[in-house]
């Protein structure tokens, strides 16, 4: 048995996974910018799979093992509610998952031979159209796979995707499939942001994902989507009674489908398949990250059932990332805004998927203290499709003899100021709040697109006014006026930069709460925490006043959150910082309009107990989406328990302090009479 000191470790990492995990599903699912490749999110997930397998007294209803995707960032596209719920896919790494898989489906269905179709994991965004009387009436994004979002006009505009369906083929349908750019498109695109002075799409799934999010369908149209459609949703009720056969009648009505698709016999003959694929991956003028295998027989579908995530009469087997030795020659440490701490690898420039490495990162010091790599050693290096490559291990046979062990930094890389590490984390801070490097990192946080948008002031140009001492911190900004002169005589800026600049400036102050928020650079509060905060708090005062124990009890904070909130807000020099951006009259309310459906919760607080017909995640997502605040604890201020099956204690509590209790049918009565 654990001791009690490494159960409260358990916990803390299981809760840490969980934060990590949901930010970068918001990143990825919403954002289309992730800021981690595939393989470390997976090997996250896989950590977080295991030990929330491991303990399950610490694995949380709303954990995002246990959802979809998130969808709390607010769009401006219409929700739509999907008929059938859009599930994800289980994953599979090797052979041994495939054999498991193949295992358990001939134990559930008691048959001894299972056919496969084995199709291409087309790496785009899922996606669903439905046709009424023959013609396309509404197409969604997955969302949080309950709720989408309508992209009806925009899917209109993919030029494979029928408007009409043939006269003899059934009258209602939902299909649904993803929507991609191929290889050549997204490198015109990227070419296009870059004239633009755009920021580039990471690859060409996040360009997909961000076209079809698109307000403007005219945007839609020049960027040449496509969409392979893969899943007939009443297939079997239409008579049809395998997969192979659905793909056949989808194409002969005139839905694009990916020809590579095979029929397998056995789990031997998908490996094939999976082999042969894997070889020839960049030859396909589309990107791919996978194989989907997918039970044939139609008929077995029901009783193999989903799990509250995926169907299991599918699995996804997922390529291993890209990989490639070099050397590595220098590994030094930079500063971000938070003081956070990263080392990298300087390495000899290799070629690896399409573009040249010459630096990888190698995270936090424990990171290359486990790995043992040293400077001169050979290193592997992985590259997961996206972004940042990462040196995986030391080739040990080609070490050299004098080679010496790492050693973690002591001091910051830039102000010299003595690095901290808490016991039970990975990461050495600088702790200098005037250490020029995390300042400069925090400006320029400050001004990024998706925190305060005042993109006028590029990296380089905040650089310089820091160098010249007109700006100390987020605050100056906001005098930057009182440098007019000064500026508009300084090399490349003219007077008509520095209108637009303070045109911007200007502009930024009125804000919605989240985007100050955000661009605060608290520790723990991303985009989607600091639009949490902003919804329930309404105005930075309100927030600054309130006790971490009120905060640790939101959901989607927790205690490490809370803890980094107050703390921020309990500082001094945050204090001061505050008072000058209220001085100069920043905007500190919370004026975003969140969603097209009526606020018809708003100020009310709902506490959700027992065992519902969907899993309470869905239901937390739903009351939010209509304003409400969603809490764990009963309180005086509580508006609404909604009740489901054995609710346990939560119930008797409302009952004492006279909460108004509902089941889910009054809910829906409620929503359906806008309350
Ligand atoms: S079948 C019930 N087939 O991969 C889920 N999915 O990682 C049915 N994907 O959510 C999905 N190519 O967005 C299926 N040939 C294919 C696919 C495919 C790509 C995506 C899809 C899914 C994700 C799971």
Redesign the pocket.
Same mark, same amino acid.
């Given at each position: 048995m654990a001791k009690k000191e490494d159960l409260r470790a358990i916990k803390q990492e299981i809760d840490q996974l969980i934060n990590k995990i949901k930010q970068w599903n918001y990143e990825y699912y919403q954002l289309n910018q992730p800021s981690v490749s595939d393989s470390v999110y997976d090997q996250f997930y896989q950590k977080l799979v295991k030990l929330e397998k491991q303990y399950p007294q610490f694995a949380k209803v709303d954990s995002p093992t246990k959802t979809v995707g998130t969808s709390i960032k607010t769009s401006q596209l219409r929700k739509i509610a999907h008929q059938t719920q859009?599930? =994800? %896919?289980a994953?599979a790494f090797n052979y041994d998952d495939l054999v498991k898989f193949d295992q358990q489906i001939k134990k559930i269905t008691g048959q001894d031979k299972i056919s496969y179709v084995c #199709? %291409?994991?087309?790496?785009? %965004? =899922?996606f669903s159209v439905t046709y009424e009387n023959r013609q396309l009436k509404l197409a969604a994004t &997955?969302g949080d796979g309950s709720f989408g979002e309508d992209i009806t006009e925009n899917v209109k505009e993919i030029k494979s995707i029928p408007i009409t369906l043939n006269p003899n083929f059934v009258k209602n349908l939902e299909v &649904?499939g #993803?929507v991609f750019l191929s290889k050549k498109d997204f490198q015109k695109l990227n070419q296009e942001q870059k004239k633009l002075n755009l920021p580039l799409f990471a690859n060409p799934r996040n360009a997909a994902a961000g076209s079809l999010r698109q307000l403007d369908k005219t945007i839609v149209a020049k960027r040449k989507l496509d969409a392979?459609l893969?899943?007939y949703i009443d297939a079997l009720n239409d008579g049809i009674k395998t997969h192979s056969e659905t793909l056949k009648i989808l194409a002969e009505n005139n839905f694009n489908i990916?020809k590579e698709w095979k029929l397998c016999q056995s789990i031997n003959q998908v490996w094939a398949y999976i082999t042969k694929y894997q070889k020839i991956r960049n030859n396909l003028s589309y990107e791919i990250d996978g194989i989907?295998i997918?039970v044939n027989d139609l008929t077995t579908y029901e009783v193999l059932g989903n799990t509250n995530k !995926?169907?299991r009469w !599918?699995i !996804?087997y997922k390529f291993p990332a890209a990989t490639t030795v070099t050397k590595l020659l220098e590994i030094f440490p930079t500063v971000g805004r938070t003081g956070r701490i990263t080392y990298n690898a300087r390495l000899e420039p290799v070629g690896l998927s399409g573009s040249t490495i010459t630096y990888a990162t190698l995270h936090n010091g424990d990171y290359i203290i486990e790995r043992d790599l040293r400077v001169g050693d050979t290193v592997e290096i992985k590259k997961a499709g996206d972004i940042i490559p990462e040196v995986i291990k030391t080739i040990i046979k080609d070490r050299k003899k004098n080679s010496k062990r790492f050693k973690k930094a002591t001091n910051c890389p830039k102000c010299h100021g003595i690095l901290e590490q808490v016991d039970d984390e990975v990461d050495q801070y600088c702790v200098n709040t005037n250490c020029p490097a995390r300042i400069l990192k925090s400006l320029i946080h400050f001004c990024s697109r998706n925190a305060m948008d005042i993109t006028g002031l590029k990296d380089k140009n905040l650089a310089r006014f820091v160098e010249l001492g007109w700006i100390h911190n987020v605050a100056d900004i906001y005098q930057l006026v009182n440098y007019r002169q000064e500026i508009i005589n300084l090399e490349k800026f003219g007077e008509k930069s520095f209108n637009n600049l303070s045109t911007m400036i200007l502009k930024s102050k009125d804000n919605s709460l989240e985007r100050l928020l955000f661009a605060l650079g608290i520790r723990h509060v991303g985009e989607k925490t600091a639009e949490v905060l902003a919804k329930n708090f309404k105005t930075l005062d309100n927030l600054m006043k309130t006790k971490y124990q009120v905060l640790a009890e939101i959901n989607d904070i927790g205690p490490v959150i809370a803890t980094s909130i107050v703390d921020y807000f309990a500082n001094q020099n945050n204090k001061k910082l505050i008072t000058k951006l209220k001085t100069a009259k920043l905007n500190f309310t919370y004026t975003t309009k969140t969603s097209r459906e009526k606020q018809i919760f708003a100020n009310m607080t709902f506490v959700i107990t027992g065992a519902l017909s969907r899993s309470r995640d869905y239901f937390a997502n739903l009351l939010k989406n209509y304003g409400a605040n969603v809490t764990n604890t009963i309180s005086k201020n509580t508006t609404y328990l909604l009740v489901g099956d054995e609710p346990g204690s939560k119930l008797d509590k409302a009952k004492m302090l006279d909460v108004k209790i509902i089941n889910e049918e009054e809910l829906m009565v409620l929503i359906k009479n806008g309350n």
């Open positions: 859009m599930l =994800s %896919l994953n #199709e %291409l994991k087309i790496d785009g %965004l =899922s &997955r &649904r #993803e392979f893969y899943y990916n989907v997918k !995926a169907p !599918a !996804a």
